[in-house]
């Protein structure tokens, strides 16, 4: 009897670890251990053992059935965990099928007009935003621009009304800033300007510029200086060098435009700087003392420098683009480029 028992364990336990899918074991366990099943049988035989040998035989009945019994569970958790893994590896969805749409990123113009903003914000200047549809109050008269300058002329500016224009120039900035905050001012404002321009390679309507301004006790054109040097270094090459030339603006005594050395033949003359090794990229100057008084600021404590640069103009040093038109198309072969 015990033989035929360890032969029937053997035999199962091989069966039991040939088979593949949860159906076949419970049809090997009902076989097995069902009503009808082999050891089932041996145990309803058990009554024609003889009463001495019965507890004995039964007991190893039933260790061959508690030990086929946790065979079999054993090997059902390892099938279904199996099986479940299967029917999730058939049912998985692709999360990553998105990553074929294309990835935006800023428009070059957008990138320098950052880097020149950190580049301020790193130097203590406050950023400000003034309006595009602004009064001939602030972008003219508070500036010092008499009614008969020619930038006053409709060939020059866009008329909203008599008084209400598109600004031509971010220096209206200066004034909505002054007449807010006292001195000390460090501030930078970016932003669009307009001009009612042709467009063509050298001009278009509406184009980006970055005011600054400074304005505290015993400020020099050194300071304009010193703080247009670092600017034209960190933005161009560390060797950049930069020229003042004498120039005029109404709002500022005295003015200067800003050469940068070609950064593209370190100075010495090719078709980008038009053989001279310079590049002119901004207007600036001294606050003119009339345009401090006008905003409540006495020009015999405080002096001040402004500046705005053109960032469209750099932005096209930086990448060679040689025609101003192109960068406001929204192109996207000229975009892709960058
Ligand atoms: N607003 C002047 C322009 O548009 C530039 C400028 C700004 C000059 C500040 C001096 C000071 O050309």
Redesign the pocket.
């Known amino acids: 009897m015990e033989q035929k028992i360890s032969e029937i364990i053997q035999r199962t336990t091989l069966r039991i670890n040939a088979i593949n899918s949860v159906k076949e074991l419970n049809d090997l366990k009902v076989e097995v251990l069902g009503k009808s099943g082999e050891l089932t049988l041996i145990l309803r035989g058990l009554k024609d053992v003889n009463a001495q040998d019965r507890p004995i035989v039964g007991k190893i009945v039933n260790d061959a059935r508690v030990e086929l019994e946790n065979a079999i569970e054993a090997k059902l958790g390892v099938l279904e965990r199996k099986e479940l893994n299967d029917k999730l590896m058939k049912e998985k969805i692709d999360i990553t099928i998105d990553r074929k749409r294309p990835i935006g990123k800023l428009h070059p113009l957008n990138e320098i007009k950052r880097k020149a903003i950190d580049f301020f914000v790193c130097m203590g200047f406050i950023v400000t935003d003034s309006p595009e549809i602004e009064t001939t109050y602030y972008n003219f008269d508070m500036l010092n621009i008499p009614p008969d300058h020619p930038a006053r002329e409709p060939q020059d500016t866009f008329f909203v009304t008599d008084e209400i224009i598109l600004r ?4 209206a900035g200066q004034i909505r800033t002054m007449e807010k905050i006292k001195p000390p001012i460090k501030m930078i404002s970016p932003g669009r300007v307009f001009r009612s321009d042709e467009a063509d390679a050298t001009h278009t309507p509406c184009f980006h ?1 970055m ?1 600054g301004l400074v304005v505290d006790k015993g400020i020099t054109m050194c300071d304009l200086k010193g703080t247009l040097s670092s600017f034209a270094k960190h933005f161009f090459a560390a060797d950049t060098k930069i020229r003042f030339r004498p120039s005029h ?1 109404p ?2 005594e005295p ?1 200067v435009e800003v050469d940068v050395s070609c950064v593209h033949c370190g100075g010495k003359g090719c078709n980008v700087c038009k053989g001279t090794g310079w590049i002119e990229i ?4 001294m606050v003119n003392r009339k345009v401090l008084s006008g905003c409540g600021i006495d020009p015999d404590i405080y002096t001040g420098f ?3 640069v053109g960032l469209d103009r750099i932005t096209a040093i930086i990448h060679g683009i040689n025609d101003a038109r192109v960068p406001f198309e929204g192109d996207i072969r000229f975009l892709k480029q960058f």
């Open positions: 031509t120039q971010t220096s510029q005011e603006f709002f500022t003015s901004l207007g600036a100057g402004a500046f705005g």
